[in-house]
C-alpha cells in the first residue's frame, strides 16, 4: 500500500491525509452504517488517530449513539455532504475513514464482512471474505 493515503470530499473542501498503514479494512453492515453511507454498507478503513490528519477544512461532526451503545462521530463536509471519516467511542484511538473518500479507493482490501445479520437481502457479499456479526478485535 501506497502511503499516505490522502483523500477529502466531492467539492474538495476538505482533505485529509492518512500517514500509517491501516490496521483493519472491512465492510459494515450494520443498519447505522447504511443509513450514514446510504447503502448496502460502509467500506472503513481504520488507521491510528495518531496517523491521521485534517489536512485542509473542517468538517461538521453528526453524533449517535449506535446500536450497540457506543456513540459514533461521523465526519461530513457541510458544503457537498460527503461523508468521509468517524470516530468510533469504542476505540477511540483509531479514525475510521470511507474507503470511497480516498483519492486511490481501489487501494481497500476487505478483511471481512461485520454485522452481517443485519444486511439487507439484495446485498450480495463476497463468499471470499469471513463473515461476522459483530465488531472484530482489534
Not at 500509517?20 to 491510528?48: K, L, W
Request: charged share 20%.
Amino acid at each position: 500500500m501506497e502511503l499516505p493515503l490522502t483523500g477529502g470530499c466531492a467539492c474538495g473542501a476538505i482533505r485529509y491525509s492518512c500517514t500509517g498503514e491501516p490496521f483493519y479494512m472491512g465492510n459494515c453492515h450494520c443498519r447505522d452504517c447504511q443509513q450514514a453511507t446510504g447503502s448496502a454498507y460502509f467500506a472503513a478503513v481504520a488507521i491510528q488517530a495518531a496517523d491521521f490528519a485534517i489536512t485542509q477544512g473542517e468538517p461538521k461532526w453528526f453524533e449517535k449513539k449506535s446500536n450497540e451503545g457506543t456513540v459514533m462521530q461521523r465526519g461530513f463536509c457541510t458544503d457537498c455532504g460527503s461523508p468521509l471519516f468517524l470516530i468510533n467511542g469504542a476505540m477511540p484511538e483509531a479514525r475510521v475513514v470511507y474507503a470511497g473518500s480516498l483519492d486511490e479507493p481501489s487501494q481497500y482490501t476487505p478483511s471481512r464482512d461485520i454485522f452481517v445479520s443485519s444486511a439487507q437481502p439484495w446485498d450480495i457479499m463476497s463468499p471470499d471474505i469471513p463473515k461476522d456479526d459483530k465488531m472484530p478485535d482489534w
